[in-house]
């Protein structure tokens, strides 16, 4: 069982969080899910960050491909990352004129729960989706996605359809 810091009980993280049910649903091709499973494994104990790649339609993020892109904390990179802007700007460029666009970023939580931070929601931008990939001991434990609330001010937890 996946320990859970104390500090994801504590009134800040709790008041990240908004309970009540997403209308709005997340659909994975398989792929995507083993690809960012793979990077978070291989970056453990590090956090891993990376894009996602997709189309947004009728509320739900329909993923198609992700990216690893490098997390520049280098000071905390156990519990925070910082994802590279160059990797977002080279593929923004790449996806130009394409169906595809980035509509999300994922990252791990090295020994904690797939759920999101104050860290997390201070850079998180509307109409995007976060998945949050626990890694317990070098092991996947869990995938979880959110996307901010319509006051954009908490997370909301998204259905995932595999």
Not at 24 to 39: D, F, K, P, R
Not at 103 to 124: E, L, Q, W
């Amino acid at each position: 069982m996946l320990h859970e810091p104390e500090r994801f009980r504590s009134e800040a993280y709790l008041a990240v969080i908004d309970s009540s049910p997403s209308s709005n649903t997340v659909q994975y091709h398989h792929e995507s899910i083993q690809s960012m499973e793979n990077i978070a494994k291989s970056t453990y104990p590090a956090e891993c960050c990376g894009l996602i790649i997709g189309t947004l339609t009728d509320g739900i993020w329909h993923v198609h491909d992700v990216r690893e892109a490098k997390n520049l904390n280098a000071e905390r990179a156990n519990d925070r990352f910082q994802l590279d802007p160059d990797a977002y700007q080279t593929l923004d460029r790449e996806l130009k004129g394409s169906p595809n666009e980035i509509i999300g970023v994922f990252h791990s939580h090295p020994d904690c729960p797939a759920k999101p931070s104050p860290t997390d929601i201070a850079h998180a931008w509307e109409g995007f989706i976060y998945p949050i990939v626990a890694v317990d001991q070098g092991e996947i434990h869990s995938i979880q996605s959110w996307a901010l609330n319509a006051k954009g001010d908490q997370f909301q937890e998204v259905t995932i359809h595999a």
